[in-house]
Structure formats: C-alpha cells, structure tokens
C-alpha cells in the first residue's frame, strides 16, 4: 500500500510540473504573437510603407493596399476604418488607437488622394493610393 | 529523504532555467519589435531613382539639362521643383535639414573631372557620409550612391547620384 501511494506521488508531481512546463511555453508564444499585433509596431509599418510607395509612384498610379490586420485593430480601439489614415502636407498619419498614431513624410511632390476600396462593399479591408498629379 | 532534497534542487534548477529562457525571448523580443524600422536606404535608392528618371529617359538626357551655352543654370537652380522633389515637408527641418543629394557629370572620356554639378539639400550632412566609409554607425545618416551612363546627342555621360537621408529619430533608436 505504502509503495503504490509513493509511486501515485511521485506521478502526480511529474504531471504537474509537466503542465507547469507547457503552461510556461504556451505563455511564451502568445507574448510572442501578440507582439507582432501591437498597435504602435503596425501604425509605424504601414505608415513608412505608405510613404514609401508614394515617393516611389508616378501620377496615374494606384495603389492597393491590404489593411485587413490594421482594420481588426481599429475597430477593437473603437476607431471606424474609414478615419485611420491620414494625408496632409507631405506627411502620412496612421491612427489605430484613441492615444497613439504615427507619422511619416514623403517627398515626391504629388497629389494623392487615399480612400478605403469601396469595390466590395461587404468585405472592406484595403486603402486605395491614388497618385494624382504632380503639384 | 535524501532523494526528496535532490529533487528540490532539480526543481529550483529548472526554475531558474526556465527564467533565463524567458528573460532571453524576452530581451530578442524586445531589440527586434521596439526599434523602428530603418527605411533610409530604401529612401535613399528612391530619391536616385526619381532623379534619373528626372533627367534621363531611355538613355537620353533630358533636352531641359542644356540650353544655348551648354548645362543650364537655371534648371540646376529649380531642379527640386523640376523633379517634383519637396524637401520642406516638416517646419523644423528648415533648421535641420534631413536630406542632401549630389549628382555630378562625367564624360565618358574623362571619368575622374565632373563637368557639372547639382546639389541640393544640407552640406552638414556630407561629413556624417564621410566618417562612415570604413565603418557604419546608425545613428548617423545613410547615404546611397549609384551611377548610370546617358548620352545627349552628342556626348555620353557617366552621371554619379550621392543621396544622403538622415530622419534618424523615426529609423533608429
């Protein structure tokens, strides 16, 4: 009797030090997930990739540009989709929490006009850059 | 007993490994997702390409670049405006300018003496390009260079583009 309660004992405490170890790791992969997802890493991602596709465009170009992460992110801040980007002089702002946002400048002279894709209107997860015309 | 102790320690030993595997994730995590993404180079490359396109198209120099006595001073003077290049975006890059670029004239028989010249953008900037040619330092500016041939109708020219980015404070922490 004495020998099956050490051995329930001694399984017991590698069960739980099992869990303990996958709990500790599972832990570990979601800091490490949600890390890809913060606000501030994103607004600062697509905001240097706006501007850089506008200095590198020519007028008559557009643009399309998958937002779908950014979007989820916004609405989950109580921001609407439509207000997340921001053109004015040369510099492109984008939004995704009530606090943050982040800015870049672009130097081509152009006009831009930038707008959420309309096209499917149940399914609106991209911006449209459309270059204009040079100043 | 004595089997009890040992497997204490093994116990406090994971623990503390397990701690140094966290704090390790941890520190990669943090110099990988809080340093911006340095994009001055791509910048850089950009700026070249929008002024070779500026002044050469399909290999022939743009008939702006000339005029009666030979390279057009009036164009090098609005040259920014001629290729749509704004470099007074933010208010207080009047008083620290972030962008600087050279593009000098060779011709094809006499590639060591420019035969002209533009530059535009802050000269502060060119020392920083300088003490970086052994050895890179972040912190200071990137600078990107590249060089393409053109012909005029008459003459080819080597025309070497130096663009120097500096926005150091949203590329580098």
Same mark, same amino acid.
């Given at each position: 009797?004495?020998?099956?309660?050490?051995? !329930?004992?001694?399984?017991?405490?590698?069960?739980?030090?099992?869990?303990?170890?996958? =709990?500790?790791?599972?832990?570990?992969?979601?800091?490490? =997930?949600?890390?890809?997802?913060?606000?501030?890493?994103?607004?600062?991602?697509?905001?240097?990739?706006?501007?850089?596709?506008?200095?590198?465009?020519?007028?008559?170009?557009?643009?399309?540009?998958?937002? !779908?992460?950014?979007? !989820?992110?916004?609405?989950?801040?109580?921001?609407?989709?439509?207000?997340?980007?921001?053109?004015?002089?040369?510099?492109?702002?984008?939004?995704? #929490?009530?606090?943050?946002?982040? #800015?870049?400048?672009?130097?081509?002279?152009?006009?831009?006009?930038?707008?959420?894709?309309? #096209?499917?209107?149940?399914?609106?997860?991209?911006?449209?850059?459309?270059?204009?015309?040079?100043? | 007993?004595? $089997?009890?102790?040992?497997?204490?320690?093994?116990?406090?030993?994971?623990?503390?490994?397990?701690?140094?595997?966290?704090?390790?994730?941890?520190?990669?995590?943090?110099?990988?997702?809080?340093?911006?993404?340095?994009?001055? +180079?791509?910048?850089?490359?950009?700026?070249?390409?929008?002024?070779?396109?500026?002044? %050469?198209?399909?290999?022939?120099?743009?008939?702006?670049?000339?005029?009666?006595?030979?390279?057009?001073?009036?164009?090098?003077?609005?040259?920014?405006?001629?290729?749509?290049?704004?470099?007074?975006?933010?208010?207080?890059?009047?008083?620290?300018?972030?962008?600087?670029?050279?593009?000098?004239?060779?011709? %094809? +028989?006499? @590639?060591?003496?420019?035969?002209?010249?533009? @530059?535009?953008?802050?000269?502060? @900037?060119?020392?920083?390009?300088?003490?970086?040619?052994?050895?890179?330092? $972040?912190? +200071?500016? $990137?600078?990107?260079?590249?060089?393409?041939?053109?012909?005029?109708? +008459?003459?080819?020219?080597?025309?070497?583009? @130096?663009?120097?980015?500096?926005?150091?404070?949203?590329?580098?922490?």
């Amino acid at each position: 009797m004495k020998e099956r309660d050490r051995r !329930g004992k001694i399984l017991m405490e590698n069960v739980i030090f099992i869990i303990l170890n996958v =709990l500790f790791l599972a832990i570990l992969i979601l800091f490490l =997930l949600r890390q890809g997802q913060g606000a501030i890493l994103l607004e600062q991602s697509y905001a240097k990739q706006i501007a850089l596709f506008i200095d590198s465009a020519k007028p008559g170009m557009t643009i399309i540009l998958d937002m !779908g992460k950014a979007k !989820g992110l916004a609405e989950k801040n109580g921001l609407k989709f439509e207000e997340i980007i921001i053109n004015a002089n040369n510099i492109i702002t984008v939004k995704l #929490s009530e606090d943050g946002g982040y #800015s870049y400048s672009y130097f081509n002279d152009v006009d831009v006009s930038i707008y959420p894709d309309n #096209s499917d209107p149940e399914h609106v997860t991209s911006y449209v850059i459309k270059i204009n015309e040079y100043k | 007993m004595k $089997k009890k102790g040992g497997a204490k320690i093994i116990a406090l030993y994971w623990f503390v490994i397990l701690m140094i595997v966290a704090g390790g994730i941890f520190a990669m995590v943090y110099s990988f997702y809080y340093h911006p993404y340095d994009v001055r +180079e791509i910048e850089g490359k950009i700026i070249i390409n929008q002024i070779a396109d500026c002044l %050469s198209n399909q290999g022939e120099l743009s008939s702006e670049l000339f005029d009666e006595e030979g390279f057009s001073a009036s164009y090098k003077n609005n040259f920014l405006s001629e290729c749509h290049i704004n470099f007074n975006v933010e208010e207080s890059w009047n008083k620290e300018p972030q962008y600087y670029f050279k593009i000098d004239f060779y011709k %094809s +028989e006499d @590639l060591e003496n420019s035969v002209f010249n533009i @530059l535009k953008g802050s000269l502060e @900037l060119v020392a920083s390009c300088e003490i970086q040619e052994e050895k890179e330092y $972040k912190r +200071e500016v $990137k600078c990107v260079e590249d060089n393409f041939f053109s012909f005029n109708g +008459e003459d080819l020219y080597l025309i070497k583009i @130096l663009a120097i980015i500096k926005k150091t404070e949203k590329n580098v922490k």
